[in-house]
């Protein structure tokens, strides 16, 4: 089997693909003139002649008068990757104004929530770090800029969300769209959240949440106590609040890395062989229990909109065992025998990487990142220069076009 080498883009990159798209063919049979609107009038009384004399306005386009590229301006283009709009801006002057409105990107932000690929740091290199962008597509999802060099200072990436990514500089936090380049300062916390902070990005892009507001939520130990704190930041207000919920439950209050949101709550990792959940709207912690055999070899993931933590081992040669545990109990849901890569007589350290919006488990061993979709039993490998070791953060981004609203001075 050969493994295609991932797509990596670093500083040196071309940005944007200027190459103009192949117009959407194969349309037509699968579209249908739906007839309704002021024909459906008449069963309710209305008096219609007047406006069935009058031609329509002429930024709007009956049904039964849509073209094709009507169609798929409105119907297609919000569920493409950021890239893949960019490039079809150069289709017509028309597209290129559609694709730049507000609406649009508004639309996309809920509408593409394919898992686009890894954001990669090493951790462990202090602010010297190397960023790049691992597409898992790269003709149709990727950055311009993956080193992030459009923010004011370099960065960590602590948090992905939906398309944004939260970072951390010298002193201050970042939120950015790497897609758009465009970029927010958040104003200091309250409370210190340490060196190395436990922090998640909330990002629910949806058609109620037009202006995208986000949360980030730290979780922080008290000094000197085995207390969980938490700190809560709205992009709404611009402003900072401490939660009056505490966690005095966890064994081990160091949390480890930043968290993981999803469906109204975040997770963190400990120290200790449990999760620590954080309800953000109603500020209730509560503790989850990891199996003990499970240790530290797996990570939290979204599996078919479900928290899971998968947990995988090289049992011999290139056969790995997957454990995927589901549900705030964290059940034994499956155990999958493999075979990732190619044939060698020893075993190799592994690594689950977390996935969004995905059906697959990622398992990072040696050059490889290989993708084990459970529905379809199919493996996919990448070859990846970023290879394996203690303080290497992969991160997994959606391709998005969600637009940062204007904060308030706090």
């Known amino acids: 089997m050969e493994f295609p080498q991932a797509d990596y883009m670093n500083d040196d990159s071309e940005g944007w693909d200027d190459n103009s798209p192949t117009i959407f063919k194969g349309f037509s049979s699968a579209i249908t003139t739906q007839r309704h609107g002021l024909e459906k009038l008449a069963d309710y009384g209305f008096k219609i002649d007047a406006y069935q004399n009058h031609e329509f306005p002429t930024h709007i386009i009956r049904e039964g008068d849509k073209k094709i590229k009507d169609v798929v301006k409105e119907h297609v283009l919000p569920f493409l990757p950021a890239k893949s709009l960019m490039r079809f801006k150069a289709v017509s002057k028309e597209w290129d104004k559609w694709i730049a409105c507000p609406l649009l990107s508004h639309q996309q932000s809920f509408s593409c929530k394919s898992f686009s690929g890894y954001f990669c740091q090493d951790m462990k290199m202090e602010w010297d770090t190397e960023t790049m962008f691992l597409s898992l597509d790269h003709s149709t999802s990727g950055v311009p800029c993956p080193a992030l060099d459009f923010l004011p200072e370099a960065v960590k990436i602590l948090s992905s969300c939906s398309g944004l990514l939260l970072c951390q ?240 001075e706090p």
């Open 169 to 408: 500089g010298s002193e201050k936090y970042y939120v950015c769209n790497p897609a758009s380049q465009d970029w927010k300062m958040l104003p200091l916390p309250q409370c210190y959240h340490g060196e190395e902070p436990a922090v998640a990005l909330a990002f629910e892009p949806s058609l109620r949440n037009i202006e995208a507001y986000y949360h980030v939520i730290c979780a922080f130990p008290m000094l000197g106590q085995p207390i969980i704190g938490f700190e809560i930041y709205s992009s709404e207000s611009n402003t900072w609040s401490c939660s009056s919920a505490y966690c005095t439950d966890i064994e081990n209050p160091r949390l480890v890395g930043g968290g993981f949101y999803m469906n109204g709550v975040a997770y963190y990792e400990t120290k200790s062989n449990e999760v620590l959940a954080f309800d953000v709207k109603v500020e209730i912690p509560a503790i989850i229990s990891l199996p003990d055999q499970v240790g530290r070899r797996g990570s939290l993931t979204q599996m078919e909109g479900e928290l899971c933590y998968v947990a995988a081992n090289n049992e011999c040669g290139n056969v790995f065992l997957i454990d995927i545990y589901q549900g705030m109990e964290m059940i034994l849901k499956r155990t999958v025998s493999v075979t990732l890569g190619p044939d060698r007589s020893f075993t190799q350290a592994c690594k689950v990487l977390p996935c969004v919006n995905s059906d697959a488990v990622a398992i990072h061993s040696g050059q490889y990142i290989h993708f084990y979709h459970i529905s379809e039993q199919k493996v996919e490998s990448i070859a990846s220069s970023f290879t394996m070791g203690h303080g290497k953060k992969f991160l997994p981004y959606t391709n998005s076009l969600a637009m940062l609203h204007e904060l308030k």
